[in-house]
């Protein structure tokens, strides 16, 4: 076992207090760090990426559970606490020094599949997992993504239709994916405390329906819920076919996107797909 200091002494040790301005809000609990760990499965020899790891309170949990790691961290600061985590587990840690956003991940990742574990920013961390669903490629290169958000997002991210929180970033996570509420994380647990709760999302690729490019769903969420209290033949109106795809499904068109299950937008898309 490593005989690192708690993540605690780290922190004050090189004078990491948390920056606002790059919405830092540390987690500190090693039990909850392994919890969170643990949440994909099995780490042992499993690549994973790390975004935001900031002193590395995560990433200790991960190497402990023998994965292979690669961090993207945007803060200098970060970096000399992150190199004795990459001396304590000798050949495991890869720091990248740089914006999440800017870079390639499957190309940092040598082309091999990895598991995801994050927690970020609110916006950057919609951002990167808006980007990690989309594209036509599926499987994508990631086994899975375990990622904090603040409670509410998570909560959009797995609800259903006929709800308030459903919309785009619900349909975008559960066609061609499994999307879970893992954890429940309270505000107290971060240091220093952000004002609303948060909760951890995991969530693996399912196969991807048949006939279905990503674009044309992609077009078709972005346009419903563009306008979700429009009835669908309005919203839709932008979109080409649209309204002769749903006549041809028998989806009223005087429903909102709200109502409209992921399994009819899949349809939906298929339809307007070979009407093209
Ligand atoms: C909420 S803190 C979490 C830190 C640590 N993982 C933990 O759980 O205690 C978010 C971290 O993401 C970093 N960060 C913010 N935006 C980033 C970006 N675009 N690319 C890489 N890291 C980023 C911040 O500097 C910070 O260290």
Redesign the pocket.
């Known amino acids: 076992m490593d005989d690192l200091p708690p ?1 605690r002494e780290t922190i004050a040790r090189h004078g990491l207090s ?2 606002k301005a ?7 609990d090693e039990q909850l ?1 392994n919890r ?1 760990a643990a949440l994909p499965g099995d780490l042992a020899g499993a690549n994973v990426l ?10 200790r949990a991960l190497l402990r559970a023998g994965a292979k790691v690669t961090a ?4 200098a600061r ?1 970096l000399p606490a992150l190199e004795e985590l990459s001396e304590a587990f000798p050949g495991q840690l890869t720091v990248i020094h ?6 390639d991940h499957g190309a940092i990742m040598g082309g091999a599949p990895f598991h995801v574990l ?4 609110y916006n ?1 961390g919609t951002a ?1 997992f808006v980007k990690w669903l989309s594209g036509e490629n599926w499987p994508p290169q990631w086994l899975s993504l375990t990622l ?1 958000f603040q409670r509410e997002v998570a909560e959009r991210i797995v609800s259903k239709e006929n709800t308030s929180a459903y919309g785009r970033l619900a349909v975008l996570a559960q066609w061609r994916s499994s999307a879970k509420l893992a954890m429940k994380v309270h505000r107290s647990a ?2 220093p405390p952000p004002k609303v709760m948060s909760a951890i999302v995991h969530v693996t690729p399912a196969d991807a329906p048949e006939g279905v490019p990503a674009r044309t769903l992609e077009r078709l969420t972005e346009a419903a819920f563009g306008q979700r209290r429009k009835m669908l033949r309005q919203s839709l109106k932008g979109v080409p076919g649209a309204c002769e795809a749903l006549s041809s499904l028998g989806i009223d068109e005087t429903r909102r996107a709200e109502t409209l299950s992921v399994a009819e937008f899949v349809a939906l898309a298929r339809t307007l797909n070979t009407l093209r």
């Open positions: 993540i948390a920056s790059l919405g830092q809000n540390f987690l500190l760090l969170i790390e975004v935001g790891p900031g002193p590395g309170g995560l990433t993207i961290e945007m803060d970060c740089g914006d999440a956003m800017k870079l994050s927690n970020l920013p950057v990167l904090m971060f240091t």
